[in-house]
């Protein structure tokens, strides 16, 4: 059984521009959630989809969106990039509302 | 508000010793509790959990940890350490209920002296 897929793995963009990152989760998962990974601030939620629908959002502004499709394919979007939004973008999956998460290898983001 | 503690941020320990890792959260209710491990350039990978029931859980890799609600602790140990566990690890808190959002702890850098 394939993992969670994320793409890209690794990218560089400068300030001001827009990123959109992919995750594509177990098959059959349908929760599928988000979390920033940085040294200073560790690891922090973003959001959680369900059945395509956002069922839950951390303290991000809003440059920090992303949507769920219909066959729980998720993607994340930050706009407007900081040099802070710098940091490794994890993708988790999961089959039931329990925490019991599957991480994808994330894509490292780097804003110069 | 929900909270972990670790409060080793780096641990060195010689192959072959025991480990104890140290976890204290903070939750107003019975909590969904786990400890994930991450290797250099890798996702999270899930080493045990608890939901309720015996507080000793066991999980991969000859890990185990002890839920110990009058202390609020969840210490992940493992008898004896080997090589390959060198990794970050992280204690996390569930919510429950209708979310799978997490509370992570800062995480734990283990290194193994050979």
């Known amino acids: 059984k394939a993992g969670v897929t994320q793409t890209p793995r690794y990218l560089i963009k400068t300030r001001g521009q827009q990123v959109t990152l992919s995750c594509s989760p177990i098959s059959g998962h349908r929760s599928v959630s988000w979390y920033q990974q940085t040294p200073g601030q560790g690891l922090q939620f973003l959001f959680e989809y369900f059945s395509e629908t956002q069922r839950n959002k951390g303290n991000f502004p809003g440059r920090f969106s992303g949507r769920q499709f219909s066959n729980s394919r998720s993607e994340m979007n930050v706009s407007t990039l900081e040099l802070g939004d710098s940091a490794l973008y994890l993708c988790a999956s999961s089959l039931y509302v329990t925490g019991e998460l599957f991480f994808g290898e994330g894509s490292r983001l780097t804003v110069l | 508000a929900q909270s972990v503690t670790q409060p080793d941020i780096h641990i060195t320990v010689s192959e072959g010793a025991s480990l104890e890792l140290r976890c204290n959260y903070s939750?107003?209710?019975?909590?969904?509790l786990f400890w994930y491990v991450q290797s250099p350039g890798q996702g999270l990978q899930l080493l045990l959990k608890?939901?309720?029931?015996?507080?000793l859980v066991q999980g991969i890799k000859g890990f185990e940890a002890e839920f110990k609600r009058s202390q609020s602790s969840f210490n992940l140990r493992k008898p004896s350490v080997h090589w390959s566990d060198a990794a970050e690890y992280f204690c996390a808190v569930g919510y429950g209920g209708a979310t799978n959002k997490l509370i992570f702890g800062t995480g734990t850098l283990l290194a193994v002296q050979p």
């Open positions: 608890y939901f309720s029931g015996d507080t």
């Open positions: 939750y107003g209710a019975t909590p969904y």
